[in-house]
């Protein structure tokens, strides 16, 4: 299929040709929706942790007398059913939220949502994305002359200048396609990809 080969102005100069594997595939909903759940899922870290009753600051003497009183029964003021008592199942810092993803699922999401990105029009290919200097102005003044606002840009080889430019930017991403996720494909607005890293893309989703 053809892609549209836009230059570094934003405008259409030609057209170049992509794998219809890679970018002309039918769209999977359920896929994308498992994918972008588990790369979410893979991300998370075991930062919470909660208190058991063992755990928990607490005297071992019994609260009340056990008949006569009224209330329930209790033996410890760590019980779970005692306001200040511990967890019955608590959160602990070890727990595993990761999913498993086979290669072949990975690659058939990350073909579905470039080719959807085509048919909305949020991806085009561009001739290069370079920068002079390591300076974010005159990066941020280049992509607002192209009219990108919230973009992500998939570039063969990100030297210092483009990474140093473009890394205090809230609304853009520069990364190689090897770092391209499905997540930022989802998010960003619009999607470019220089022509030296259209190879790439296509050899490491075939």
Same mark, same amino acid.
């Given at each position: ?12 100069? !030609? ?11 039918? $769209? ?77 699922? $990975? ?7 470039? !080719? ?33 606002? !919230? ?21 853009? &991403?520069?990364?190689?396609?090897? $770092?391209?996720?499905? &997540? !930022?494909?989802?998010? $960003? ?18």
């Amino acid at each position: 299929m053809q892609l549209e080969l836009i230059n570094e102005r934003g405008e259409a100069s !030609s057209q170049v040709e992509a794998a219809d594997t890679i970018f002309s595939r039918d $769209y999977n909903e359920a896929l994308i929706h498992q994918i972008v759940v588990a790369y979410q899922a893979n991300a998370r870290q075991g930062t919470r942790a909660q208190l058991d009753r063992g755990q928990v600051s607490h005297s071992t003497k019994k609260p009340f007398r056990q008949k006569g009183t009224g209330p329930a029964r209790a033996g410890m003021t760590s019980s779970p059913l005692w306001r200040g008592g511990g967890r019955i199942f608590p959160n602990s810092p070890h727990e595993n939220f990761s999913h498993k993803v086979n290669k072949k699922m $990975y690659r058939a999401a990350m073909a579905c949502i470039l !080719s959807q990105l085509v048919r909305q029009g949020r991806l085009a290919v561009v001739e290069q994305m370079a920068v002079d200097s390591p300076k974010t102005k005159p990066f941020a003044q280049k992509l607002k002359g192209m009219g990108l606002e !919230s973009v992500m840009v998939i570039t063969g080889t990100l030297d210092d200048n483009l990474r140093l430019a473009s890394r205090n930017l809230p609304g853009v &991403l520069v990364v190689e396609p090897r $770092y391209a996720d499905p &997540l !930022s494909l989802v998010y $960003y607005k619009k999607v470019l990809i220089t022509k030296d890293a259209l190879p790439a893309i296509q050899e490491m989703l075939s």
